[in-house]
């Protein structure tokens, strides 16, 4: 009998005395770390950003609404006062010590609906009046793109992230390997 029909069989009765699967098995007698299935909360938690990515170059209030409320200007205040306008998603890291993950229903396949929340750092671009636009590159908090965007504007990417609160809604397979649907559907500013 050669060596690898042996390991074959040691590891067929392996999984039949343990209940583990012929692979887990062929895998623990090779020395190979088992492997295991990722909880649900991890699951989410690592496909966060994918959904992240998918929503930038959107408009900030496609996501937060208006910030800052009615004191905005008609722009978005961010923070120190700066009002940027037009503002678009250029990037959000998500702080992962700051994830949290809730099941919200099991439905008849197995699957999950599932609510998250996260704290992140979103960093916009968009327009502000040139002056503020100076002011605010010569404190570091923005940097100018397009100096001369129009008569009284500049075009600007904030250099300092803005820190918020994400709010995702997912869909988990009912054997926890993978997301289904991951959505970004809304945030709020912490301050």
Known sequence: MTKNRKNKQAARALGAATGQSYTSARRQLAGAPPYEIPSHDDLVAANLSGACEDRLGEEVTSVFGVLGGAGAGGGVLLLDGMRVAEATIERLEINDAA?????????????????????????????????????????????????????????????????????????????????????????????
């Open 99 to 191: 994830v949290s993950v809730f099941e919200v229903e099991t439905f008849e396949g197995g699957a999950t609906a599932s609510n998250a929340q996260a704290e992140a750092e979103l960093f916009v671009q968009g327009v502000m009046a040139k002056g503020d636009a100076i002011a605010s590159e010569a404190s570091g908090l923005v940097e100018i793109i397009e100096p001369d965007l129009n008569r009284h504007d500049s075009l600007v990417a904030v250099v300092r992230g803005v820190p918020v609160e994400l709010d995702f809604e997912a869909v988990v397979t009912s054997d926890t390997e993978s997301v289904e649907d991951l959505r970004l559907v809304g945030g709020s500013l912490l301050l």
